[in-house]
């Protein structure tokens, strides 16, 4: 009837994590801690530790952008909003790559030409202090408010079911650690971190596809033909409603998105 309740409790299957697991988790962050402290003898200045003393390769600042923007949300929020519905949230990714040219051919070489080493310091000389310290209170706020919580709460929750550490400590783990190797090693500790973030994010996708591929009771065209029947990979809405992820939506989020980052 209408006053039906429903209830349910999560059951978690036992995992076989056990101390070989804890040690490569203390040997990550260690490594991470390594790195920074090493980094941190190479800073002769405020040059050094800003902009990582302009000696940072191009594959491991794209790397570290990839980490940057890949994090907890891509790797566990978006899949399992695609398991739960469809491919929607997949297709960030195309207006992302259809927005590159506007950042490799216009917000680059002007900052280039300009040498500034951040936005806000592009707003000090386009208008005056007070806007960049206004700008840069907003982005704080942003990043802390909306962007940092989600990612500091989802590994959180995945290394509760695991490994049965309270999320609280969790979140205090990795957000200390962070704190350390960036304050030793600035930028340039932030790029190399990312890349080896990057490498082990990568190497976990291939190695989930390749599982999730052998563990099938079917073959993967008569898989694919049941996703496709359900419509679990249809990625474009092109609806106009507000309250639902449009194709028209998401171009305008990731297109403010992109202003805002560069």
Request: hydrophobic fraction near 55%; charge should be neutral; charged fraction near 15%.
């Amino acid at each position: 009837g209408a006053d039906a309740v429903i209830r349910g409790e999560a059951v978690l299957t036992p995992t076989k994590y056990g101390w070989l697991d804890h040690g490569v988790v203390l040997v990550y962050l260690v490594g991470m801690l390594f790195v920074g402290a090493f980094l941190a003898k190479r800073e002769k200045g405020s040059r050094d530790y800003f902009r990582g003393g302009q000696r940072i390769p191009w594959w491991a600042s794209g790397l570290s952008l990839f980490a940057t923007g890949a994090s907890a949300i891509s790797l566990m929020a978006m899949p399992g909003k695609s398991f739960a519905e469809d491919w929607t949230y997949f297709s960030i990714s195309i207006y992302s790559a259809l927005l590159l040219p506007l950042g490799l051919y216009v917000y680059i070489p002007i900052a280039r030409r300009l040498k500034v080493a951040t936005g806000n310091e592009y707003l000090e000389r386009r208008f005056n202090l007070t806007i960049r310290m206004f700008g840069g209170v907003i982005y704080s706020l942003n990043q802390m408010l909306a962007r940092m919580a989600t990612i500091m709460l989802l590994p959180s929750i995945a290394l509760s079911a695991i490994v049965g550490l309270p999320m609280e400590q969790s979140i205090l783990i990795m957000g200390v650690v962070t704190t350390i190797y960036v304050t030793l090693g600035g930028l340039e500790a932030v790029v190399w971190t990312d890349v080896i973030q990057a490498l082990v994010m990568l190497c976990s996708v291939l190695v989930c596809i390749i599982w999730a591929m052998v563990s099938l009771h079917t073959d993967v065209p008569t898989a694919m033909q049941v996703l496709h029947d359900k419509e679990k990979l249809a990625m474009f809405d092109w609806g106009w409603s507000l309250l639902r992820p449009t194709v028209w939506l998401m171009s305008a989020n990731i297109f403010v998105t992109v202003l805002d980052d560069r």
